[in-house]
């Protein structure tokens, strides 16, 4: 049971690049959520989707694009890259979300970006 | 708006001893409170959760605590082993009208020392 697999683990990119980050889990989870996390930050929520077929903004989304691809997939798209956009990603799932937010979130093991 | 502080920062403490660590919360409608240990390299992983029915939960050597009126709540650690070193991270519930997320604290870092 791999819970929450996120791809890749590591990236370097120039700016103005692109990149998708993938995210799948398996535990038929409804919500997932796309998170970056940078010192003294704590984790603040980018995008996420409550459903298969939705998404919202969360705290930090300029920058950033989603795709819930279906129930499993959620990615997380830089369309033009910026040294400020480093951080490390990390997707999580929860059975169910949006309102229903008092839910434990299982949390990917992260993608490390640097943007130079 | 929607906020969540976290003390301390950082705590270093001698293995055996207990470690406290405290979350103050904005939202007085946050009805659900989690914590997270993140090891080095790993993601976040759920270690208790509590919701506002309940004031205490235990689990073994952790435990954590719930003050509505104040709008805190405290993880405590008891008998801290050098696994215990990891960074602990607090949120809470935020709903607005038709949608919720987790606010996050800022994360402390825990290191027990042999």
């Known amino acids: 049971n791999a819970g929450v697999t996120q791809t890749p683990k590591f990236q370097v990119l120039k700016t103005g690049q692109s990149m998708t980050l993938q995210c799948a889990q398996d535990?038929?989870?409804?919500?997932m959520y796309w998170y970056r996390q940078d010192p003294g930050m704590g984790l603040r929520l980018i995008y996420y989707?409550?459903?298969?077929?939705?998404?919202d903004k969360g705290e930090v989304p300029n920058g950033y694009n989603v795709s819930r691809l279906n129930k499993r997939e959620f990615s997380l798209r830089l369309e033009s890259a910026a040294p400020s956009q480093t951080s490390v990603y990390f997707c999580?799932?929860?059975?169910?979300?949006?309102?229903?937010?008092?839910?434990?979130?299982?949390f990917g093991d992260g993608t490390r970006l640097s943007i130079l | 708006g929607e906020n969540v502080e976290q003390h301390p920062s950082t705590l270093s403490v001698q293995e055996g001893d207990s470690a406290v660590i405290k979350c103050t919360y904005s939202?007085?409608?946050?009805?659900?409170f989690p914590w997270y240990k993140q090891e080095l390299g790993k993601g976040p992983q759920l270690i208790i959760d509590?919701?506002?029915?309940?004031g205490e939960k235990k689990d073994q050597r952790i435990a954590v605590t719930l003050n509505k009126t104040a709008k805190h709540f405290s993880l405590h650690i008891t008998e801290t082993q050098p696994e215990d070193s990891a960074v602990y991270f607090c949120?809470?519930?935020?709903?607005?009208?038709?949608?919720?997320?987790?606010?996050f604290g800022q994360g402390t870092t825990l290191q027990v020392k042999p």
């Open positions: 999580a799932s929860s059975l169910l979300g949006g309102f229903e937010v008092n839910q434990p979130q299982h």
């Open positions: 535990m038929n989870h409804n919500s």
């Open positions: 989707s409550a459903s298969e077929g939705t998404t």
């Open positions: 939202d007085s409608a946050s009805n659900y």
């Open positions: 509590i919701r506002s029915n309940v």
């Open positions: 949120a809470a519930s935020y709903r607005s009208s038709n949608t919720g997320k987790l606010i």
